[in-house]
Nanobody, 119 residues
Framework: QVQLVESGGGSVQAGGSLRLSCAAS????????MAWFRQAPGKEREFVAS????????YYADSVKGRFTISRDSAKITVYLQMNSLKPEDTAVYYC????????????WGQGTQVTVSS
């Protein structure tokens, strides 16, 4: 089992920056990737970014490329999402997720943290 706790959400004006953190506990070594998803009001949850546990390869949704950066600490326990040039359409609840090794779906989820971007 893996437990995930997000922090760092808040309110910011358009063009501003925020950094989200996701701390993993339990058995994070049993996961192959960690990711950020988000869900805006009335919309489905969508993928934002991910990072592979092994080689650190990163992936991004087209909507955030060049503005968001996913990274991790050297212990591979905490994952960050640096969000720059924020837009009102980035407003959502952001969720951290972890994918168990040898599985295709993200099975572990955090409780979410609200990000609100005002124009």
């Amino acid at each position: 089992q893996v437990q995930l706790v997000e922090s760092g959400g808040g309110s910011v004006q358009a063009g501003g920056s925020l950094r989200l953190s996701c701390a993993a506990s339990g058995r994070p070594s049993t996961t192959s990737a960690m990711a950020w998803f988000r869900q805006a009001p009335g919309k489905e949850r969508e993928f934002v970014a991910s990072i592979n546990r092994g080689d650190g390869t990163t992936y991004y949704a087209d909507s955030v490329k060049g503005r968001f950066t996913i990274s991790r600490d050297s212990a591979k326990i905490t994952v960050y999402l640096q969000m720059n040039s924020l837009k009102p359409e980035d407003t959502a609840v952001y969720y951290c997720a972890a994918r168990p090794s040898k599985e295709y779906e993200y099975a572990y989820w955090g409780q979410g943290t609200q990000v609100t971007v005002s124009s």
